[in-house]
């Protein structure tokens, strides 16, 4: 792959490009640079920095475990440089004492289910970005991506490595090396899905099977599903699910099985690995796909069950994000569902699960978010009875603060970004399509028995909505109820600004005076909209900060305002941060009310002010 040795400063350059944040490192690794490319090949100073890489969380492995061979499971999504890049990191682990584990491909959350038996995890991927990136994933036994904390310290001792020439010419040998004896090992994957689809057994079922007794009550929960699927059937409406694999590391793992066992029908489309037939990141055209393919089977299907499909996801590369696609009854259409409301329905559908499984309510709940998730999460929270923690963009964020809170005696069930869609089922700590699908069943098949009110009914009451109990109703019906509020996609073209300025603390200074002198001007519009006062949040890590004084303060973290009412009822926000896994800085509003038009005119503003700041 390498015809010399590159020198420092060759590979300094190509590191400027490499975006190394706690989610995910991540750059364009096809040779050709072209970000939508489908080439396997990759640069010969890529391979270097991925050896370098390797061998910095080798050494980081080594002394968080103190083990001089610790157990590493390193895999792969579907991205076509995946597998060279593997093959260089499998090598550098090698020579660096690790024990290796290399079940090839694997779905995200299915290789974190796995690390909780090892010492640690490295993933190839670049998550929902274009097919030519590509990145690596590092993780402990805890199921997650590294912390905060933990994560900084890495990515300066890589910077560190990446400044070493001796370290250099080591990673290009082992670049140059042939690495004929590093192949996928069938039998390794085996062990990886059954131990993932036990995982999601107890994640669903919210019973663990530690005791003899969560066990039984672990089955129950999917004896008593697969019974309801059967009623449903014999009364004339199969249950029947979908999915647009786009060839995602999702189509060689449990999702086809696992449903199935619970007697649901599930059929698919691009289900071979490697056939990413559209743009990987599963929002607005994305989704068209298996909306259409849905659509001919209602409408074509062969079968009752084919006929029956009314509830699909379309998952990202690595899998650990699938956005909903269903069949709007009311509207007689297939329909995608926003990232938000799918968030909304998780959050609704497993506090709910929850006073259904113990008999009480969610006082002692904390839902954990990002900071430009829906102030809808709030609402939701409010009628269960539970509180909202919000953290900076970024999965291992909202991870650790949950993490944090348990450590306080909060319980955190469910959490998540709202804004990038899908949701983290405790004890999971990863997004999980399959935990995704699997809370909206809840929601829909179980239903009042034996004296005890079902999932969505509970709800229901948590809203004094009694008067909307039925025994049949569709996910329409659902989502009718969630707390209404409008607020813009982050995958829009207009949510995705590109700046000049670097330095994103005095970007926000330079915005906060073009605000104070919007404000001015305008605050006799938002008095007319009932909005009276604003605040300045700052969401840094884990860390939240209210009433800033100085918006600079919230630096490379997240910067909302908040917009009040009279009474001092938050109403609307606006909200900016710089991207951590791509060139952009993403800025988003959200505003009460179904469609509301106030949500463009803020994100409209907003737009303005930011980029009149960059001048």
Known sequence: MLMEIPYVNEIKSVLDNFILSASGWRKVFARDGDEESATPEIRPEDAVLTALAAETFAFFLKDKTGKNSPTLVLGTDTRPTGRVIAEVAAEA???????????GVAAAPEIMAYSRTKD????ISASHNPIGHNGIKFGLSDGGVLGAEDSSFLIEEFKKAAGDQRRITRAAEYALSKKTDIFPDPEEKEKMLSCYENFTREVISSFDSCSAENLGKQEKFFIELKDEVEKSTKKGNPVSLFADFNGSARSVSIDRKFIESTGISFFSIHERPGEIAHRIVPEGKSLDYGAQEMLRLRNQGETPQQRAVTLGYVPDCDGDRGNIIFWNEKNNAMEALEAQQVFALAVIAELAYTEYITGGDCKNHTIVVNDPTSMRIEAVA???????????VGEANVVNLARKLREEGRIVRILGEGSNGGNITHPSAVRDPLNTVFALLKLLMIKDNNGKKGVFHIWLDCLGKENLYRENFTLADVIETIPPFTTTSVFEEEARIKVKTKNHSDLKR????????????KKNEFHEKGITTWTAVCNNGIHQKENIQDFGESGKGGLKIIFKDAAGKNKAFIWMRGSGTEPVFRILADAEGRDNPFEKELSGWLSYMLQKADT
């Open 510 to 521: 330079h915005f906060q005076k073009i605000f104070l002198s919007e404000w001015e001007k």
């Open 382 to 392: 409010e009628a269960f009875n539970a509180t909202v923690a919000r953290a900076e």
């Open 93 to 103: 682990f090698k020579r660096a004492g690790m024990n290796l584990l290399y079940p």
């Open 120 to 123: 640690g995890f490295a993933y």
